[in-house]
């Protein structure tokens, strides 16, 4: 059996476009994780080079709602046939409380509108957005992927209740199925390959934003108001906006963290297998061509997730030495990125990043950190020639 993989991360700028186009035995299977960019009209033809008219997409997958990593969905649609879209399925009043933080910021920055309005169009009725681009949905899969937790004994009733309101909400959008995080038997479900496997990994939110969500509620109630109010625009006048924005800010780090892991990689550890990489990046220092014949096949995309906080050879359990290329979460982010859990391993490590972008990223630090800790930092940014490219031969 010949398996190749071209693992693409697209120069979109700020954002995340991600590819992957598989060929088992001339068979052809593509897959996508994240597709958005600040910069949509740069976006929009780097996603329209990416694949031809009418080419099927097996699977896409949405590490989570915010802008730059959906707002090229569109063209995607419009140019592809998208068979599944797998998404992180949220807990009932989590969605209600992400509504509420993108309506607040459309409210308080009208220039935000047309952005966060995508966000809360994919976040509350997926099924629309097919819709609107005329695509037949009838013909998507929504594939929701459930908070992960450790042991059912971890369920009280309040988090299972949350749950089957979500379960309920998912059921609505057509034809859908919903699976469990990090289950193998469950990834099986989403393809067919005997050598190769995508592993979801929704990580369990609902501690952490336990207290946001009932300062939430303290507030509404006294102003008599509900949960399910965050989702109707008509409520977030000037005053609301302003007290919701404090409620928001007493979370510590951010509510948009919850980003959606997927594992990409080999079913079984490979001994040798070819990975070549490709970078065009024209920068002198980065600027090469060559082959890693130690190096993992397997990817984490991380989408803006927070890999400060869980050691992820815990998380991943075993597919953890399978990883070569690690995704770095959050565009560079200091905030984001902790090496010790890839210590001493000659990683290599993509960076999607504006150039000039506002939000200073990526952080210097976290690029000093891969470079000690032996890893390789790939920048990708708007520059057509930062795309970067792994081919693998299994
Ligand atoms: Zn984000
Ligand atoms: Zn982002």
Redesign the pocket.
Known sequence: MSHKVMRIFHPVGQGAFYSERHEVDGQKFNIVYDCGSFNVRHGTKIVEEAFVANERIDILFI???????ISLLQTLIRRSQIRKIVLPLLHEDVRFALSGYYHCRMARNHSMQPFAEKSLQLLNDPRSVFQDERAPCDQVEFVFVRPYVESEAEHNQERRDQLNAAEEFASRQGRNRIINSRSESDAKSLCSFVDWMFLPYNMDYFNRNRALVQNLIVWLEQNHYSLEDLNDGQFFDREHCKQLAGIYKSLKG?I??N?MLLFSGPLQQQNQCEVSIMCHSLTPSWCFRGHLLSCQPGCLYS??FNLKQESLSQSYGSYFDRIGTVQVP?HGSEHSFDLNNFYARGMICPVSYGVNNRFGHPDWTVIDDIVHAGGYPIGVTNDRFSEFKEEIRL
């Open positions: 590490s989570h709602f915010d802008f730059d990593h951010s948009n963290e980003s989408g803006d959050h």
